[in-house]
């Protein structure tokens, strides 16, 4: 059963930081992982999606990162914004095309004016 | 093209009642998924709908059942609430065979 863990729980920021956001899984057999923004009561937004065939992808001021052997991505966003202030939610799938998404609980970011 | 859109947003059910929610999915997508988040927690798989039928099912009793219409829309039905049912469900829709998930905007459900 994937398990999906993400580190840490709450963060806070100033404007302007390079930060990163730590998402764990405990079976490397994924299809792919999948970041996603949450505002207070909304649903999400997708940010990136890495298949299981790439290392990295990039958007904007986001990088996310996959390494399947150790079990672990990690996402980027440089020089932080008040705007970036949500919850980033990571999800993998382990079986093909449209499976299910399994979650970790979030890390809920605060950057500071 | 439309994104995914759910409704209602809110609502407030009795404990013991029934209710359906509604998710309209993104414009080419086949399939659909609905998950169930609890406060602070993060999105729990309820199941998927793929074709018109159910592909795939997370730990939910019965009492959770869902359709998927020919237009690809789907419904989700809980009956007899019970007080832990209260959560944002949110519905995803995907082109199965590819890998990227969209969300509506999710409802809110209060039972009390």
């Known amino acids: 059963k994937q398990e999906v863990t993400q580190i840490p729980a709450a963060l806070s920021v100033p404007e302007g930081e390079n930060l990163v956001l730590n998402c764990s899984f405990t079976d490397s057999a994924i299809y792919n992982l999948q970041w996603f923004r949450q505002d207070p009561g909304k649903g999400l937004t997708s940010l990136l999606l890495?298949?299981?065939?790439?290392r990295e992808q990039t958007s904007g001021r986001l990088n996310a990162s996959l390494d399947k052997s150790s079990g672990r991505s990690t996402l980027y966003i440089a020089a932080s914004q008040p705007g970036d202030s949500a919850t980033y939610l990571c999800?993998?799938?382990?079986?093909?095309?449209?499976?299910?998404?399994?979650f970790g609980k979030g890390t809920k970011l605060t950057v500071n004016p | 093209e439309t994104g995914v859109t759910q409704s209602p947003t809110h609502l407030i059910k009795t404990r013991g009642q029934q209710v359906t929610l509604r998710c309209s999915s993104q414009s080419g997508h086949n399939t659909v998924s609905w998950y169930q988040q609890a406060l602070g927690q993060g999105p729990q798989f309820i199941f998927q709908?793929?074709?018109?039928?159910?592909?795939g099912r997370g730990n939910f009793p019965p009492r959770f059942s869902g359709l998927q219409f020919p237009n690809y829309s789907s419904e989700l039905n809980v009956n007899a609430l019970e007080l832990d049912d209260s959560a944002l469900y949110l519905c995803a829709s995907s082109q199965q065979g590819l890998a990227e998930a969209f969300f509506g905007q999710g409802t809110r459900l209060t039972v009390v």
């Open positions: 890495i298949q299981s065939s790439q």
């Open positions: 709908y793929y074709r018109e039928e159910e592909n």
């Open positions: 999800a993998s799938t382990t079986q093909g095309g449209s499976e299910k998404l399994v």
